[in-house]
């Protein structure tokens, strides 16, 4: 594997923020370039952490305790990491995913009102030494991304405030890391978006595309 942060870029925000939109721009880009790219999502990314997304996109608002749901993002993810991440980084590969860890603190954390400091120690845990080379924070209004967001599943249906929480929450996170996390403004044009993450990738990892 090669020196300096992991070729692990995670992609993260509130809904309708057009994270698998930029994420496919950048796979397209990296592949152009000649690099080999696994793109993968959570909750999700192996058969498992399919099983376990279901559990937690559907169903009512309430179905879960708090600390269940983040239990089982961190199971889901034990099995990504384990089975996916892990093994593409280590053949090489430049790996994208839809969400990673950031969104339990975010959505979990700030969202839910969980313990930040328990949250953080089960990340350790899980995450151990893959935490991302570069994250990506997708920044849009709250009610812009809601109206925007392809489903309506149920985090979707979890209130505007819950929305606007773990939108802060991202913002403090983001602040909290700024070596990792790179906040990116939402709300322009796609293209502009994507030349904004090739900048990105050129300052953290030093390569152009
Ligand atoms: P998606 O809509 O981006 O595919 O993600 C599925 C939902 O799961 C999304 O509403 C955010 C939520 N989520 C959490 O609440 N905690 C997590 O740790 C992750 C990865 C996602």
Known sequence: MPAGPLHFI???GGEGAGKSTQIRLLADT?????HAVEVTREPGGTEGAEQIRKLLVEGGAGRWQAE??????????????A??????????????CDRFADSTLAYQGYG???DLDWLWALR???????????TVVMDLAVEKGLARAETQQRYERM???????????????????????????????????????????????????
């Open 10 to 12: 995670t992609f993260e």
């Open 83 to 96: 089975r996916i991440i892990r093994p593409a980084l280590a053949a090489g590969k430049w790996v994208l």
């Open 159 to 209: 209130g505007i405030d819950f929305h606007r929480r773990l939108g802060d929450g991202f913002r403090q996170l983001a602040a909290a890391d700024p070596e990792r996390c790179r906040i990116v403004d939402a709300a322009r044009e796609r293209a502009v978006i994507a030349a904004d993450i090739v900048g990105l990738i050129h300052q953290r990892f030093g390569i152009s595309l």
């Open 30 to 34: 990296l592949l152009a370039a000649g």
């Open 112 to 114: 839910q009102g969980l």
């Open 68 to 81: 269940t749901e983040a239990l089982l993002h961190f199971a889901a993810r034990a099995e990504h990491l």
């Open 124 to 134: 350790r845990h899980i995450v151990g030494a893959t935490e991302p080379g570069l």
